[in-house]
């Protein structure tokens, strides 16, 4: 099993940034992909970003042009360098991890709240 902890995020103000920071542990070995979810209030859950070694990077339009997605292997760590906040950014940030053992599957963090004021 992998397990995801995610931290960084905080209350900023519009035009303001953050660094959120997932770590990756158990068997992460296994992992092929990772990405960042995030979870309006009121809305569904929709991919801000993803990164794999096969496919790059791939972003939302919405994130595209400031945030950043970037993996460090050596220490199991995902981050999400995001600039520009705006409000609509508001919500709750998870991390996923793509994997194979076995079979396929998909898992991820608890969460961290992202609260961008205007």
């Not at 905080?10 to 992909?33: E, F, K, P, Y």
């Not at 950043?68 to 292997?73: G, L, Q």
């Not at 996923?96 to 396929?104: I, R, T, V």
């Amino acid at each position: 099993q992998v397990q995801l902890v995610e931290s960084g995020g905080d209350l900023v103000q519009s035009g303001g940034s953050l660094r959120l920071s997932c770590t990756a542990s158990g068997m992460s070995n296994t992992i092929n992909a990772m990405g960042w979810e995030r979870q309006a209030p009121g809305k569904e859950r929709e991919l801000v970003a993803h990164i794999s070694t096969d496919r790059g990077t791939d972003y939302a339009d919405s994130a595209k042009g400031r945030f950043t997605i970037s993996r460090n292997y050596a220490n199991n760590a995902l981050y999400l360098q995001m600039n520009n906040l705006k409000p609509e950014d508001t919500g709750v940030y998870y991390c996923y991890a793509d994997g194979f053992y076995y079979s396929n599957y998909r898992t991820w963090g608890q969460g961290t709240q992202v609260t961008v004021s205007s």
